[in-house]
């Protein structure tokens, strides 16, 4: 039985690429900062914006979010696009919201 | 392995992401091509200034004083030209713009001397804006629209390029190393194009993700930072670090001697060769009063365009800050100076300028090539249709494009020599005369459908022609009919102009209506391998 559904694999395809780019773009993006923060954090400490560090934080945006926008076109569908990007935004911003 | 669904996937979102930024990044990378050379450009295209008596080193505090007691306003930021060149023709210059213009309006420039007699001399110089329209080209990928609104569109633009540098490199790797050096040549058309298209695409990959990233970043950083300021620096209280600026002693306290900061410089960094003092005023009630000197360090990158910094007292002598000082600085500054000098190519001298060009015109190459491949995937999916054939659009609109841009750069450089006085020395008219060769190449494009090839190979003809009246400009010039010749670096914009003449012609014999029959004969040899081929050149 188990061959068999195996048999039946799963293949992508871009039917959905609307709702995985889109994840891709609002919680991409929201995730790249989160990173980033992440990144000042537990790296640099608190810098302030234009400093070297600053400069340094705001360009890795670039790569790390340009990656999530080209990888999101292997999510299987664009509802789990929005799940794993969300529950990763979820798990990383309470640890660097400043409250 | 890759799957081969991933590929196929992959391959969608490449053709698409390519052909909805493609023609845009030609422009880019046509214009900024260009703009390595873009001093040189300007030169050709700006009159010469009257030659003046250039004030000894030693004057320079006499100089300032004269010049700020006659225009106040040229103390808020001002140079100190430390070599004069026929670029920087005065020993103090200074840029005024229009009021109300935002800083990417074009300034007027100012030199100012002290004649032999002790005499102030003020020349006001007519700079071409033809080096910033080609820089404003490259900036906003051929958008000729209000900065700010612009940039968005760059940034998206570039975002896209980076998906398809990923995309690409994804459905090359199953057969990257049958594909590489496989460059089938007279073979079926279309292979010929993938052959190149991904030999100049793995090649220069490095490059162009290096241009990719810093574009969408360069395009992109205020909304990056506005948004991390509000979010990751939101509550940090981490003080804005002040610029390096002193307050002024006693009011009109003379500046540090000029000649004495040269020493001091050169006996605490004897690489850097200091080109000019930048003095500049912070603004508010009481101004402090700022120095940055820009030179050049042979052996580092720097982190503005082809200028190294660091900041002085300027009453003192002493250095505040190496921060932007190539080979003074600390790992994280050296990283993100990197960034720009990758991009702006000016580090490792004209090796690197000449290099960056070549990549540029091969980028612009690869964009093009990226649409013909487009196209002959389509048309063997049009053949049967009739009326609208997205193939045939795409074709048109990429000659026409492309070409357009191509002529309507070549227009405004030659037009800034030969009709100086026709076209005002005013951005708006060569934004205009730019506007008008492009849309006349594109509408040409378009004309008849059936004449598409034909069309082309005019084209080409056409901005040969344009281009070649850079070099007549100069050649006319030269017999004393009109306008000026420089006699220096600015002779190569005669000469790569011709090397361009040539190779539009080239290229237009290359697409004479009976080239086909060279396709076909190509053709016909893969006949008795594949009836596919059979198709495609009755198609052609």
Same mark, same amino acid.
């Given at each position: 039985?188990?061959?068999?559904?195996?048999?039946v694999?799963?293949?992508?395809?871009?039917?959905?690429?609307?709702?995985?780019?889109?994840?891709?773009?609002?919680?991409g993006?929201?995730?790249?900062?989160?990173?980033t923060?992440l990144?000042?954090?537990?790296?640099f400490?608190?810098?302030?914006?234009?400093?070297v560090q600053?400069?340094?934080?705001?360009?890795?945006?670039?790569?790390?979010w340009?990656?999530?926008?080209?990888?999101?076109?292997v999510?299987?569908?664009?509802?789990?696009?929005?799940?794993?990007l969300?529950?990763?935004?979820?798990?990383?911003?309470?640890?660097?919201?400043?409250? | 392995?890759?799957r081969?669904?991933?590929?196929?996937?992959? $391959? %969608?979102?490449?053709?698409?992401?390519?052909? #909805?930024?493609g023609l *845009?990044?030609?422009?880019?990378?046509?214009? =900024?091509? /260009?703009?390595?050379?873009?001093?040189s450009?300007q030169?050709?295209?700006?009159?010469?200034?009257?030659?003046?008596?250039?004030?000894?080193i030693?004057?320079?505090?006499?100089?300032?004083d004269?010049?700020?007691t006659?225009h106040?306003s040229?103390?808020?930021n001002?140079?100190?030209?430390?070599q004069?060149?026929?670029?920087r023709p005065g020993?103090m210059?200074w840029?005024? $713009? %229009?009021?109300?213009?935002d800083?990417?309006? #074009?300034?007027?420039? *100012?030199?100012?001397?002290l004649s032999?007699? =002790?005499? /102030?001399?003020?020349?006001?110089?007519?700079?071409s804006?033809v080096?910033?329209?080609?820089?404003?080209?490259?900036?906003?990928v051929?958008?000729?629209?209000?900065?700010?609104?612009?940039?968005?569109i760059?940034g998206?633009v570039?975002?896209?390029?980076a998906i398809?540098?990923?995309s690409?490199?994804?459905?090359?790797?199953?057969?990257?190393?049958?594909?590489?050096f496989?460059?089938?040549?007279?073979?079926?058309?279309?292979?010929?194009?993938l052959?190149?298209?991904n030999?100049l695409?793995v090649?220069?990959?490095?490059?162009?993700i290096i241009?990719?990233?810093?574009?969408?970043?360069?395009a992109l950083?205020?909304?990056?930072?506005g948004t991390?300021?509000?979010?990751?620096?939101?509550?940090?209280?981490?003080p804005?670090?002040?610029?390096?600026?002193?307050?002024?002693?006693s009011?009109?306290?003379?500046f540090?001697?000029v000649?004495?900061l040269?020493?001091?410089?050169?006996?605490s960094?004897?690489?850097?060769?200091p080109d000019?003092?930048n003095y500049?005023?912070?603004r508010?009630?009481?101004?402090?009063?700022?120095?940055?000197v820009?030179g050049?360090?042979?052996?580092?990158?720097?982190?503005?365009?082809?200028?190294g910094?660091?900041?002085?007292?300027?009453?003192?002598?002493?250095i505040?800050s190496?921060e932007?000082m190539p080979?003074?600085?600390?790992?994280l500054?050296?990283t993100?100076?990197?960034?720009?000098?990758?991009?702006?190519?000016?580090?490792?001298?004209?090796?690197?300028?000449?290099?960056?060009?070549?990549l540029?015109?091969?980028g612009a190459?690869l964009?093009?090539?990226g649409?013909?491949?487009?196209?002959?995937?389509?048309?063997k999916q049009?053949?049967?249709?009739?009326?609208?054939?997205?193939?045939?659009?795409l074709?048109?609109l990429?000659v026409g494009?492309?070409?357009g841009?191509?002529?309507?750069?070549?227009?405004?450089?030659?037009?800034a020599?030969?009709?100086?006085?026709?076209?005002?020395?005013v951005?708006?008219?060569?934004n205009g005369?730019?506007?008008?060769l492009?849309?006349?190449?594109v509408v040409?494009?378009f004309?008849?459908?059936?004449?598409?090839?034909?069309?082309a190979?005019n084209?080409?003809?056409?901005?040969?022609a344009?281009?070649a009246?850079i070099p007549?400009?100069?050649?006319?010039?030269?017999?004393?009919?009109l306008?000026?010749?420089?006699?220096?670096h600015?002779?190569?914009?005669?000469?790569?102009a011709?090397v361009?003449?040539?190779?539009?012609?080239l290229?237009a014999?290359?697409?004479?209506?009976?080239?086909?029959?060279?396709?076909?004969?190509?053709?016909?040899?893969?006949?008795?391998?594949?009836?596919?081929?059979?198709s495609?050149?009755?198609?052609s």
């Open positions: 039985m188990s061959e068999q559904k195996s048999l694999k799963f293949r992508y395809s871009n039917k959905q690429w609307l709702a995985k780019l889109s994840a891709a773009i609002i919680l993006f929201t995730l790249t900062i989160a990173l923060g990144l000042m954090e537990f790296v400490g608190p810098v302030a914006v234009f400093s600053g400069q340094f934080l705001m360009w890795i945006i670039a790569p790390i340009v990656l999530i926008l080209s990888s999101c076109f999510f299987r569908s664009g509802l789990q696009a929005w799940l794993y969300g529950a990763a935004n979820f798990l990383i911003w309470p640890i660097i919201w400043p409250w | 392995m890759i081969n669904d991933i590929v196929r996937v992959y $391959r %969608e979102v490449h053709s698409w992401v390519g052909i #909805l930024c *845009f990044l030609f422009i880019a990378f046509y214009a =900024g091509a /260009l703009s390595m050379f873009e001093e450009i030169r050709w295209a700006s009159p010469p200034l009257k030659p003046s008596h250039i004030t000894p030693e004057k320079t505090q006499t100089l300032i004269r010049v700020i006659e106040p040229a103390g808020r001002f140079n100190i030209v430390l004069s060149s026929p670029d020993r210059h840029e005024e $713009r %229009e009021p109300g213009a800083d990417h309006a #074009l300034p007027t420039h *100012f030199y100012a001397d032999t007699e =002790g005499e /102030l001399l003020i020349r006001k110089e007519q700079a804006p080096a910033q329209l080609i820089d404003t080209l490259h900036q906003q051929g958008i000729l629209i209000d900065h700010e609104l612009a940039m968005p760059t998206i570039s975002a896209l390029y398809a540098l990923v690409g490199v994804i459905i090359l790797l199953p057969t990257l190393v049958k594909d590489l496989a460059l089938r040549l007279g073979g079926k058309v279309k292979r010929m194009w052959d190149v298209h030999l695409g090649f220069s990959l490095p490059f162009h241009m990719a990233l810093t574009a969408v970043v360069f950083h205020d909304p990056f930072y991390q300021m509000v979010s990751i620096h939101a509550d940090k209280k981490v804005l670090e002040g610029p390096p600026a002193v307050s002024p002693p009011e009109n306290a003379p540090y001697p000649e004495k040269i020493g001091k410089l050169e006996s960094a004897p690489e850097f060769s000019i003092l500049r005023q912070t508010g009630p009481k101004p402090k009063q700022m120095l940055f820009m050049k360090d042979p052996k580092h990158h720097a982190s503005r365009p082809r200028h910094l660091v900041s002085l007292d300027a009453y003192t002598g002493e505040l190496t932007y080979g003074q600085q600390e790992v500054q050296a993100v100076s990197s960034f720009f000098a990758l991009h702006f190519g000016n580090y490792g001298g004209a090796i690197t300028q000449w290099l960056y060009f070549f540029g015109l091969a190459f964009f093009y090539s649409n013909l491949l487009w196209i002959e995937a389509k048309r049009n053949r049967k249709k009739s009326g609208f054939r997205s193939d045939h659009f074709y048109q990429s494009v492309s070409l841009c191509i002529a309507g750069i070549s227009a405004v450089v030659a037009m020599k030969l009709a100086p006085g026709a076209i005002m020395n951005p708006a008219q060569y005369l730019y506007y008008l492009f849309f006349v190449c040409w494009a004309l008849k459908r059936s004449d598409a090839k034909k069309n190979r084209l080409l003809y056409f901005c040969a344009v281009t009246l007549l400009a100069s050649l006319l010039s030269a017999l004393g009919l306008g000026w010749n420089h006699g220096d600015s002779i190569w914009v005669d000469l790569v011709c361009f003449v040539t190779a539009f012609c290229m014999l290359k697409q004479r209506p009976d080239a086909a029959t060279s396709t076909q004969r190509a053709n016909a040899k893969q006949r008795t391998e594949s009836p596919q081929a059979l495609s050149t009755l198609d």
